[in-house]
């Protein structure tokens, strides 16, 4: 599902994983301008030999990228660092202009024109609030979503059809975040003085609930999924998933070619709900090798309860958002309440502000967000090479990767912006593994 801001949006981000993992042609064609060359052989220094040495074969795998190739994907991946800071600043001057030129005490009594029903009240105002924030930050959207995304190679659609899923997109905004704007505000009313841990228990609620029916019923609204049927494809994966004690009879093939050219697969839902995708970037460019090596680390994050470890984790950043947003309102409402006309926390005028208050408190732990994500797909790089035994493949993935991702940051740099290893440490991982299981590749030799 793309993903936008909005207040559901931006609180979904918390429990959203995603894992993308990349790949290599075993077709002939040359590489498109901003696609990485596929690495079909293993390069000489990455072959199993006696003399075997992980940081030379990983200088070998990174050695394949042209400098141009690079210096496109660095200058992608480094813009997107900016992005961060300009989607706060603008969602901020967004939120500010609401407030200071009443436009959200205008939709509230709008709102309260049309009923005095407090939960219509809330969805009223969430309808309007939602329509006249999109407009506003239309110009960024669409800049980062579609003119940037066309400049780097990486969007597939023509602006009619990427409207028509902004629109979708918009609708179900409209419909998730209603329902959670209306939930939200009923407890603010209700538990005047403990609003902040309910509040926080609702949204984790909504939140998991969110998850468990997204593969089912939201992917769909933007693309076709449908079950893997490839013996060559599914028997090796099959079998590696039996092996794993893992209950799956399907993979499942999600059509991402209609958006973007990115190679990448995830883990989605949880319960009955959950199942392993891979997209058909990876399937059409991606060797056996290369599959099998992306769906060791996909179920990595199935066997290692990654979902529930996220769900957890999600629950203890909401808690302190919550307990921060406390704070911070009635420290805010003193001060200017009066002049934005708010007449309190239970007020829908109120909503521009727990946005301003919500990014600032997103993008202060913006790091450790990160690093909980990073530290979670490397877990699921250790499974997945000793699951698929393919660190040849799992180098040949995170070149693949490496179209709309940094290869070789600096420590303090993946540290602050990745949200996965970097492609260098991946390989680096992939290749210590191959050198200590020398004895696996010897006989191929
Ligand atoms: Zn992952």
Sequence with gaps: MPSRTSLATALFCLICFCAALGTTPALAQPPADNQMPSVIQVPAEAQASSHFDATAATNAYLAQIPPSKTARSDAYFEGGYWLILWDFLYGAVVALLLLNLRWSARMRDLAERVTRFKPVHTFVYWLQYLVLTSVLIFPLTVYEDYFREHKYGLATQTFGPWMGDQMKLLAVNLVLGGVLAMLLFGVVRRLPKTWWIWGAVVTILFLIFTSLIEPVYLVPIFNKVTRLDDPKIIDPILSMARANGIPAKDVYEI???????????????????????????????????????????????????????????????????????????????????????????????VLPLVVLLALVFIFAITPVMKTFGRTLEYEADMYGLNTSRQPDGEAQADIHLGEYRKMSPGPIEEWIFFDHPSGRNRIYAAMRWKAENLKLFTAQQ
């Design 255 to 349: 059509d991402a070619s209609r958006q973007t050219t990115r190679m990448s697969a995830n883990v989605s839902g949880f319960a009955n709900t959950m199942r392993i995708t891979l997209n058909d970037n990876l399937l059409r460019r991606g060797s056996p090798e290369e599959i099998q090596a992306v769906m060791g680390h996909e179920m990595g994050h199935y066997v290692m309860n990654h979902i529930y470890k996220i769900i957890t984790f999600g629950l203890i950043v909401t808690v302190l958002a919550f307990a921060y947003l406390r704070w911070a309102l009635d420290w805010t409402l003193q001060r200017w309440g009066e002049k934005w006309q708010i007449r309190g926390v239970g007020d829908t005028a």
